[in-house]
């Protein structure tokens, strides 16, 4: 079984002003309402794709009640803890010419619920996965991933680390199955530009020796690069399509990969269609549907038949190249 947890969850409310005038009464053409949070993208997809996975978090007010049934209505298992006080932030997004983003703050978690929601964590065991996705809330300690990890330790569960900076640095002592920064903050991480799946490939080796079993580094439009447990690195691309809101992209990769890992498929496959996940829902207005990403996931197959030559040419000068550098944040 596959639990993702949500810590900072958000409802999303996208509008679509026809002016953005500040000072002035702005008016709104349309408007959508999405279930927002990194872990809940990962459930959604994985649901997509017939994968069994629990929704973990916490959640408080009208906004966790809709969030929760929202979840439900999707078919989506959940698990929350709701908050006596307090309400699960609403990210106000403003999609004009230029996409504006205004997240909320979220409510103030006591200790006694996190140490809940710990409690209902008990039950995960051998062979089972975490995923820790996300940004930890301000009323929450930045060790709460750790702490996490830590507690659940030699159970025979497979941890999975989404997260930036010191996050993802702090996961590696717990030798997470998976971790899977995109290029902008592998460069943050090392104070360099990365920019390619080639040039993150010696990148991602450091992250694997400091204790990451599989490193995936996402490159937007440049496609991806997999340093897999065994050592073995692996570069793929994106399939043809067109860019319609990135929104939850990097979440449905992790989705994508986990799926084909658990039914058994070879790393390179789970990369290959991790990316078509990814492509898929960057395409989409929301998460991504089964029929778009089964679709994505052949036209890769053939944009990797076409440039195989150079894919190789790639991961043979990656692996030339060695960098001496320690990740810092």
Do not use: W
């Not at 619920?113 to 051998?126: A, H, P, S, V």
């Not at 079993?213 to 065994?230: M, Q, R, T």
């Amino acid at each position: 079984m596959i639990y993702t947890v949500t810590l900072n969850p958000a409802i999303d409310y996208v509008m679509h002003p026809l002016t953005l005038d500040m000072g002035f009464t702005n008016r709104s053409s349309s408007e959508e309402i999405y279930v927002g949070g990194n872990g809940l993208n990962i459930a959604g997809i994985l649901n997509e794709l017939g994968v069994a996975n629990t929704a973990l978090g916490i959640c408080g007010g009208f906004t966790g009640e809709y969030l929760i049934k929202t979840l439900q209505e999707r078919g989506v298992s959940a698990n929350f803890v709701m908050l006596d006080k307090g309400n699960t932030r609403i990210n106000v997004k403003l999609n004009g010419i230029v996409m504006s983003i205004v997240n909320g703050m979220g409510p103030k978690i006591p200790q006694r619920k996190l140490e809940e929601l710990l409690e209902r964590m008990n039950f995960i065991g051998e062979g089972d996965t975490i995923v820790l996705t996300g940004s930890i809330p301000a009323s929450l300690p930045d060790t709460t991933y750790d702490m996490i990890m830590n507690r659940l330790a030699n159970r025979g569960i497979r941890f999975v680390v989404d997260a930036p900076g010191t996050l993802l640095l702090r996961a590696l002592p717990a030798k997470p199955f998976l971790i899977k920064p995109n290029n902008h903050e592998v460069g943050r991480l090392f104070n360099e530009n990365p920019e390619t799946p080639e040039e993150c490939l010696p990148y991602a080796r450091i992250l694997h020796e400091r204790g990451a079993a599989n490193v995936i580094v996402s490159c937007g439009k440049h496609g991806s690069a997999l340093l897999d447990e065994n050592g073995e690195e692996h570069i793929t691309l994106c399939p043809p399509c067109r860019l319609v809101n990135a929104t939850g992209a990097g979440d449905s990769m992790v989705a994508g990969f986990l799926a084909m890992v658990d039914s058994g498929h070879d790393y390179e496959t789970a990369l290959n269609f991790a990316s078509a996940c990814g492509s898929a829902t960057a395409a989409s207005k929301a998460l991504a549907k089964r029929e778009t990403i089964d679709r994505l996931y052949l036209a890769l197959g053939k944009v990797l038949d076409k440039h195989a030559d150079e894919i190789a040419e790639a991961l043979e000068r990656a692996k030339q190249t060695r960098i001496e550098k320690t990740p810092t944040e």
